[in-house]
């Protein structure tokens, strides 16, 4: 059980990549049907896949994928994160730490109090560069010569669109928004306890909260944290 433990970070990491790989290499070749359910149901499933690839990465960030080998962990992170529409691990690694350093404040690169669409839009500006766009064109245009446009355009790119938004939706916007009491040391909120829920909006990071007090604890480990901070109110 131990070693079950020790090495449970990248066992989950191996068990998201390869589910992802694995929807998206049937989905992008199927010749499927618009008026086919699981289509659709598949669409949302690697969506979740996707939240599930960036969730890793940032416990990479955090250094829980795999405590014992460093190298090993922040390998993982980066090839999530490559996985996740070209996104640059060293950028996201730089940005997060100054959001639990600084976060709610000025100094916070996550956080901007407003409107949601101008949260919204500040908050991919942050992150989207031409490099990725240009990466994501070059291979859309690539695949396109052995697979179907809209196979690529419906289980490759849209699901990491939707994931985007279900991330800051559930991971950021809903955690930060509005005033926090001052007291409020983490200038977090959490949702309320619900596993099933928790894990299929954002892999438990609606317990936003608990993340921020515990950043050492991988994904999983949240929905304990949770239990741990309702039982001493």
Same mark, same amino acid.
């Given at each position: ?88 691990? !060293? %950028? @996201? ?12 404040? =000025?100094?916070? $690169? *996550?956080?901007? +109090? ?48 939707? !994931? %985007? @938004? ?12 509005? =005033?926090?009491? $001052? *007291?409020?040391? +983490? ?47």
């Amino acid at each position: 059980m131990d070693k079950v433990n020790k090495f449970q970070g990248i066992i989950w990491a191996v068990v998201l990549i390869t589910l992802w790989t694995a929807n998206l290499v049937y989905w992008i070749q199927v010749d499927f049907s618009w008026s086919d359910p699981f289509v659709y149901l598949s669409i949302l499933f690697q969506t979740h896949l996707y939240t599930g690839l960036f969730i890793t990465s940032h416990d990479a960030i955090h250094g829980v994928v795999s405590t014992e080998n460093p190298r090993l962990n922040h390998a993982i992170g980066r090839f999530c994160t490559l996985l996740f529409a070209f996104n640059d691990y !060293s %950028t @996201l690694r730089a940005k997060h730490h100054l959001h639990h350093a600084h976060v709610n404040t =000025e100094g916070d $690169p *996550d956080v901007h +109090q407003g409107p949601f669409l101008l949260w919204w839009f500040k908050f991919i500006w942050q992150y989207v560069t031409w490099k990725q766009v240009l990466a994501m064109a070059v291979t859309y245009n690539v695949l396109k010569i052995w697979f179907p446009m809209w196979n690529l355009i419906l289980f490759w790119e849209l699901p990491a669109i939707l !994931s %985007t @938004l279900q991330l800051f939706i559930f991971g950021t916007y809903l955690p930060h928004r509005g =005033e926090h009491a $001052p *007291d409020n040391k +983490q200038q977090s909120r959490s949702q309320g306890r619900n596993h099933v829920w928790a894990f299929i909006s954002c892999y438990f990071f609606g317990y936003h909260f608990e993340h921020h007090a515990h950043p050492y604890l991988p994904w999983y480990k949240l929905p304990k944290a949770k239990d741990e901070s309702l039982a001493k109110t």
